[in-house]
């Protein structure tokens, strides 16, 4: 790739960034548009326009800290710890090398005539020591917030539970509810509070979301009636639909009274069936509640059972992200699911590195042309050439990792984790491992593969000579790659064209009541599962790069830098979390920065040494401090991330929870529909003295 | 080594031990022994002939686990546990592969014609299988018989205490025992009782001990005086001695004034010493006391810190196996310490491998004809030189190892251990490591490679087929080892014959009291600190060897059946334990006996690839099933060996334990001189209502 196609390349993604951010400025002041750039405010019960005199930058740069976790909690505030630390050491890294490492770069050969390098090597030796201690300033910071977050008064249910699995056989003569309450009482005479077991609630799900349909529609059908009786005839028409396949096909009913007859049969069916599944469904897993943070803490902790496959404990995940149906996975079951997962990840990563390669290999024009001969007259073409030249394998590479983060979501639900947010960070581990793997060494290595495979074919030794030299050539697509991620990605990001789209069209066509036009606005979350191995991707090809192409610093500056703004925007109006893990994502993403650390201090070695540089053997001690460093920021701060300590749980709020709310916030939906004093929480409600306030 | 050299040795060996036993027999009637052959017992107040009629070994082989634990604790019955799991293994190897492999081995090169050997292939298949069941059945019981050790009544303090190390400095206007207080009884409300600061009490023990060697003398002078009253003049002679170096020079005192002078002159500052020790020389390190076993059990499992590295939690060791000195170092300080000794010990094993090696090229016959060849003569007696063949390499290697056990142990506690046992354990860890690296590798790989240098010299490439071809040879080494180490070694353990003079001597020209002869005659524990690694070596040995010379099943056979018998003797009749760790040691005991199962099982596939056995590829599934049967092993039991369950720690004994005594059991014995009222321990007590008996 020449120098005018990539100067092409990033000016077009800089004037579409241009353009979708004046797009968002218009669009975001028209009040209709309010519900898609402002609906966390608007959930919030907050004015979307409350500093309206401000610019949406003055804004993002104006917010603090502890505005950002009162918006949308602490995993996001982490989240801009993880962006802020980048951005320093890119920043760093930029101001110590670009001065040192650009001359290098120009002058490539006479590197041992350069005489700044011994300064250089000196500078980026203290750098990294920056870098290092910027890490572990990072993880106290984030520490402190998870800890501020648990010591909170504010109730958390899941702070006073632990979740139970592996319970052994009911012994005879005992009902699996006596068992578990038995056996805890036995060992926490004094915190107990009660127990919930876990049941197999897929009947009683299918039921539920089938009524609740009819429910939906049902108001559908009286929004359409209402409507049509204010419009057309004061009579109105009532609203029909076919039967049959689709709603095409089939006998024509009237719809209220098709709805209304569905509901009434379904109720009393769904109640049988919750009545039914807690008394028979009861699985071998169950949420136990205690009266003190400290004891379900303690619990949570501790090994229970002398056989370790028994009775196992972990800390209850918030009741909205249990994936109830692992929880009856019994302990070597998930032993084994998760080996054979990892089997199949191993599997995928290898497999994708074929249509990879190929893909990189064809779309260099150089490649195309030499294989497709009759393309030639296209590809001449000035204009084709660089436009295709720009973006053909960068569009090619983000359509293909864009599918599947979703695979691996099911894959890591499939190793049996109870916990949604848990499941998050597995896949976004994997989504990793994969993005690294495939993207950096896939095109790096298959890249230069392809077009000197006949070399190699004659002379199998030269194959590492071949991969030192022409890396190199890689370069400027990793730089496209890079610009057209930020201008444009973080463009669409801010503008939000597709949910703004998708918006109008269900609003005017699809939506009849106002809970399907909420629906229809209702955002997601920040979605860190593919996000943050995203960034991870950028920040190690950032790195690694910046010594043969120092250029890739300043993109990087401006992918993090952009990033930063763009999110802090989004956190602050738009994305509302869908759950909060406290910050459990950190050291997950401290241990990939050192890992891209290390992978960039390797590189730079192995460059130096290609080259013959000197003084490389001096750089030596970096990688090995790096560790030392990985080293001890897991055994100082790891432990607080799985475990909640002590004296976190022990600053008690003053006030005596309401330990009912705290029980029923575990009550499954479909469980909890109408009536909810079934026989399992009857039968523990009589046991307990009510002594807080019931919702 | 030819056959009638190893007759000789095995011979003599036997031989040997035949005196021994009878030797043992004869002894151990003579009342006068009864100290040195039934110390236990004594020690436990039993008649030492109890069971007069029978023969040791009859007693032996009826005694039941129940009376190795009430005699001599878990550990003990874990430690034959092992030996019986070890003696199951190969007497199940010998009965399967000593009829296929003797003739395999025999006709050797007519490998593929042996029909037998599919057979014996399937045999080797389910029998490694059961070895393998019969393991994890292993651990079970082991299992049981910790929870049992731990559910039991009988008080146990270290149960109501946990170890707090690494506190943070004193807050300002706190004193050391208000910060501990306030921080565990802010946690622990209702279950806290009290704390005991850990001291720096190397001056103290210093003086202590001065003074209690004074108290010795007295005794020892006073009772030498009470005897010349009694054999010679009626008014007696008071012993004098010099007070110079050795008692040899300087003026002439009466010992008995003198001593008491002493006494009197250190009590005062002993204890000024211990004031001032309770009240300034307060380390950052405190034993916590809880007044329910499960308390104690759950907190030392659970972190307290948001930062991990302060007020670090551990159960508290025995109060008699603290390493007192230990609990100060600081959390990164004993991390590092690890690592350093790790490396230190790394380089012991490559250094120790050097003269190993060169010994074992030297100590073959054939070898010191061929360097020292002034030699000859006297090597070519028909005599010197087959017992010369028979003992020489053992014995250098005997005592070799002999040396290192204190090293390890040195360096064990060297990395900040807190307990006495743990120290032992991973001492023991690491001599095995020492003595397969270098004993089985060492003297394998180095004595083939001395004969062979001079052909590696010519053609480096032949060095595989070197190492393949003649590893046999070595086979009949390590059979006389094996033998040599049973019949002597258990020989000299059964007879005592070193212990039996040492206390003779002592008691006829040395002890004039009676505290000294029961100093003379105590003995010491099993010392599974080397006990255990040797077993390994000999476990490992034989397996490996096995394969290659199958007469060494047999060697095996006889040495674990006959430690199991001798040392049952010993540990019902001699040995007291030291500490009690309820079978800490075995989940490391396991994990070497599948390593060298494993080592085992490649050893089998690599020989039968050297003599291209087609049915080799199909044993590939036994190591790794190995390895699956050990990651379940780990899996299913090791977290009960390292923390204490809470279902077993929550069978509380009926009776309220005193809680007093569980305090005052931790009280350094030099601290606890005449008064144990002093400021530390009376301030905690006032604050308790003494609700236990005091003792």
Request: glycine content about 6%; overall charge positive; proline content about 5%.
């Amino acid at each position: 790739m020449d120098f005018s196609s990539f100067v092409t390349s990033v000016g077009t993604s800089f004037l579409i960034f241009v353009v979708l951010v004046l797009l968002y400025v218009w669009l975001s002041k028209k009040p209709g548009n309010a519900v898609v750039y402002y609906p966390n405010r608007i959930l919030k019960g907050l004015d979307p326009n409350e500093k309206g005199s401000k610019s949406w930058i003055q804004e993002a740069l104006s917010s603090t800290e502890q505005d950002v976790i009162s918006m949308s909690g602490v995993d996001t505030a982490v989240y801009f710890v993880f962006l802020s630390t980048v951005l320093g050491i890119l920043v760093i890294s930029g101001l110590v090398l670009l001065p040192a490492l650009l001359p290098i770069a120009a002058t490539d050969h006479e590197l041992r005539n350069v005489v700044l390098s011994g300064e250089a090597k000196n500078k980026t030796f203290t750098d990294l020591d920056k870098l290092s201690m910027a890490n572990i300033q990072a993880y106290k910071h984030v520490s402190a917030l998870r800890a501020n977050a648990l010591i909170s008064p504010e109730l958390k249910p899941e702070q006073y539970a632990i979740l139970v699995r592996d319970i052994p056989p009911v012994p005879e003569g005992q009902t699996r509810k006596e068992q578990v309450d038995t056996y805890f009482k036995t060992i926490y005479p004094d915190t107990f509070y009660r127990s919930m077991l876990v049941t197999d609630n897929k009947e009683v799900n299918k039921i539920y979301k089938e009524l609740d349909g009819y429910k939906k529609k049902l108001a559908r059908a009286e929004a359409i009636y209402a409507k049509s009786k204010a419009t057309g005839k004061p009579e109105g028409t009532r609203p029909t639909h076919k039967t049959g396949c689709l709603g095409l096909a089939g006998k024509s009913v009237d719809s209220i009274e098709f709805y209304n007859d569905k509901i009434n049969e379904l109720t009393p069916k769904l109640e049988a069936e919750q009545k039914s599944t807690l008394r028979e469904k009861q699985l071998a897993a169950a949420l136990v509640f205690f009266t003190t943070r400290v004891a379900a803490a303690s619990a949570a902790q501790s090994l229970h059972a002398q056989m370790v496959d028994h009775w196992t404990v972990i800390d209850a995940p918030e009741p909205r992200q249990i994936i109830w149906s692992n929880l009856k996975i019994k302990f070597f079951e998930r032993q084994g699911r998760q080996y054979v997962v990892y089997i199949v990840v191993a599997l995928t990563i290898l497999f994708f590195m074929i249509p990879i390669g190929i893909i990189s290999a064809f779309t260099t024009l150089k490649n195309l042309r030499k294989l497709l001969p009759f393309l030639k007259v296209i590809l001449d073409e000035k204009a084709v050439r660089t436009v295709l030249e720009a973006y053909l394998p960068q569009l090619a590479l983000i359509i293909f990792l864009a599918l599947l983060p979703k695979f691996l979501l099911f894959l890591s639900k499939t190793e049996g984790i109870p916990s949604e947010s848990h499941a998050v960070r597995a896949a976004s581990g994997k989504y990793f491992y994969f993005s690294v793997l495939n993207v950096f060494i896939g095109v790096t290595v298959g890249g230069t593969l392809f077009s000197s495979f006949k070399a190699i074919q004659k002379d199998p030794g030269s194959l590492v000579r071949i991969l030192g030299n022409s890396i190199p050539e890689n370069a400027t697509f990793f730089l496209t790659f890079v610009a057209l991620k930020f201008f444009v990605g973080y463009g669409l990001e801010l503008s939000r064209l597709v949910p703004l789209i998708i918006f109008h069209i269900k609003r005017k066509y699809l939506c009849k009541t106002e809970d399907e036009v909420k629906a229809a606005w209702t955002p997601g979350d920040l979605g860190y599962g593919t996000r943050v191995p995203g960034d991870m991707l950028i920040i190690t090809i950032v790195l690694c790069y910046s010594v043969i192409a120092p250029l890739i610093i300043p993109f990087g500056v401006a992918y993090f830098g952009l990033g930063w703004l763009v999110l802090r925007n989004q956190a602050l109006k738009v994305y509302v979390p869908a759950y909060e893990s406290n910050g459990r994502l950190w050291p997950h993403i401290n241990v990939r920065i050192i890992a891209a650390l290390i992978l960039y201090q390797v590189t730079v070695l192995g460059y130096l040494g290609v080259k013959k540089f000197v003084y490389a053997p001096f750089l030596i001690p970096l990688p090995i401090l790096s560790l030392i460093f990985a080293f001890i920021c897991n055994k100082k701060f790891y432990r607080a991330f799985h475990d909640t300590a002590l004296e976190v749980a022990a600053r008690e709020s003053k006030e005596t929870p309401s330990m009912e709310q705290v029980f029923r916030s575990f009550i499954p939906q479909s469980l909890n529909y109408e009536k909810n004093d079934d026989d399992q929480f009857e039968d523990a409600l009589s046991q307990v003295s009510r002594t807080g306030s019931i919702v």
